[in-house]
């Protein structure tokens, strides 16, 4: 289940499954159902069960779940204001088939509560939560139960992820048929807790009509594009990465960048150094080659030999006139490239220039920009989501964007997009953006495609800090890839 459905395409699939025979009121059965079923494993123990149910089929959902709840021996306040015969139909119908006693949605009903369950709003809430529900939301996160949510917790915009006025931090939430992006963007990640897909009944087929480009960053996305080593190859199909390196008292950089092009499968990797690095560069490579490139006219003559495929230059380079001239002429050269850090902030008083030099060539550009870099070359670029603002910028630079953060997107120029699932704090440490700018290089250097490289790269570079968890380094990431690998190829 890959595809990300925002509340707009959600409602399509609900609209196509009703159309294709699934009535609406099967399906709310069902949520509801997945819903009090996650209530019973987690707390089969507990005895009050506080119910809120708000004025859509989110509280249609709450009323189904009421009741099996109420079925399975639960003490259960359901809480709702207005008349359940106004709720939309299928809602209203659930609330109808609901034995228990309705209570006012109140603060107070929420004390000696053990469970929570939060049906206010759904994925589509299109206003701030103010006035009296906003304070019915602070209550539930305060009173110290456990909530579950329905659909996405009340509050959260599920398909930006944004919080709206407020919204509920919830344990679990259980939503239905597919992720949808607020559950993985920030905010939005950090108010879902555990998140459970239920199958309400809706085909997969129904996906066809609905054509959702968003999806979850996980094998699943590209597995099968992933470029294994074949029993007649050799390390020159296997591509050669190069990485440019800063000045001597900037080198570490590179050669973090050269390890995880190499640890990934680069065939051969070559740190290219200015003349006064080179001694440094040489006192810590080995298996990676060095070669000097100084300034733009040494790049250019070790890019002549176009065997070298791949180029990075970014991490460590210094900003400034010479890197954007170096920027240019590897450019021109025509290898697969990834752009990172000072690269990128180099061309931030000229970024035209450099969408110009990227959309009229034919060989993958991928760059690697935090929200901070992101902001100085994209600052004109604006969108309603994270993901919005990835799309925005590919569309206009003409290169696969990696915006990074514990919501990575990885965004194509086509409209495509992925966000990542496996981000880890651990991850925030120095360096740990170069090893990942390094993997993206391998994966180029071995012909993948650039949002592919991307995608690939940022979830084994995810994989590898969890493997190793407290105390990471970014000396570490290299190092972890090949139980990455073992494991990826395994599964």
């Known amino acids: 289940m890959l595809e990300l459905l925002t509340a707009k395409e959600m409602g399509l699939a609900d609209k196509l499954a009703i159309e294709g ?14 819903v009090a079923d996650e209530v019973s494993l987690r707390f089969l123990d507990a005895s009050t069960v506080a119910i809120l149910c708000g004025p859509g089929n989110n509280g249609g959902d709450g009323f189904v779940a009421a009741r099996y709840l109420l079925e399975r021996g639960y003490f259960v306040r359901l809480c709702f204001d207005g008349d359940p015969r106004a709720l939309p139909p299928d809602a209203a119908a659930m609330a109808a088939r609901y034995s228990g006693e309705i209570h006012p949605l109140d603060p107070a009903l929420l004390d000696r509560a053990d469970v929570i369950v939060d049906g206010l709003f759904g994925a589509g809430l299109s206003r701030p939560i103010d006035g009296k529900m906003a304070e019915l939301v602070d209550a539930a996160n305060a009173s110290g139960a456990p909530i579950i949510a329905i659909d996405v917790p009340s509050g959260i915009d599920g398909t930006t992820g944004a919080v709206r006025g407020t919204a ?48 979850a960053n996980e094998p699943g996305l590209w597995r099968d594009r992933f470029p294994w080593p074949t029993v007649e190859g050799h390390k020159y199909l296997r591509g050669h990465a190069v990485v440019a390196s800063g000045p001597e008292d900037a080198t570490g950089a590179a050669r973090l960048a050269a390890r995880g092009a190499l ?18 560069n040489a006192a810590h490579l ?35 006139e010479e890197t954007r001239a170096m920027v240019l002429t590897a450019i021109r050269a025509g290898p697969a490239m990834v752009l990172d850090a000072d690269a990128l902030t180099s061309f931030a008083e000229t970024p035209e ?19 901070g870099e992101f902001a100085r070359l994209f600052g004109t670029v604006r969108g309603a989501s994270k ?79 969890k493997l190793f968890g407290p105390g990471l ?7 972890l890839v090949p139980e990455v690998l073992a494991n990826l190829e395994e599964s």
């Open 168 to 215: 509920i931090r919830a344990l679990s939430t259980v939503t239905f048929f597919r992720l949808k992006p607020g559950h993985l963007l920030m905010p939005g990640q950090l108010h879902c807790g555990e998140i459970h897909v239920a199958n309400i009944g809706i085909p997969d087929d129904v996906l066809k009509s609905v054509q959702p480009a968003l999806f």
């Open 21 to 34: 025979g699934v009535p609406g009121a099967v399906l709310m059965e069902n949520a509801g159902r997945s």
């Open 473 to 479: 380094i970014a000396e570490d990431l290299p190092e």
């Open 263 to 280: 640890r990934v499968g680069a065939g051969l990797v070559t740190v290219a150094s200015p003349r006064n690095a080179l001694a440094v």
């Open 353 to 371: 220039q450099l969408f110009e030099a990227v959309r009229a060539r034919r060989s993958p550009v991928v760059m690697t920009p935090h929200e």
């Open 286 to 320: 080995t298996a990676i080659m060095l070669r000097e490139a100084d300034g733009p006219r040494g790049l250019e003559a070790l890019l002549a030999d176009t065997r070298k495929n791949a180029f990075l230059i970014g991490p460590g380079h210094g900003v400034g």
């Open 387 to 465: 993901a919005d603002r990835a799309r925005a910028a590919a569309a206009l630079s003409g290169a696969t964007v990696v915006l990074k953060g514990p919501d990575t997107v990885i965004a194509a120029p086509d409209g495509s997009a992925a966000i990542d699932t496996n981000g880890t704090p651990w991850l925030a440490t120095a360096g740990s953006g170069d090893v990942l700018a390094g993997m993206v290089l391998g994966l180029l250097a071995q012909g993948v495609p650039g949002f592919s490289a991307g995608s690939m790269a940022v979830w084994m570079h995810g994989e590898a800090a």
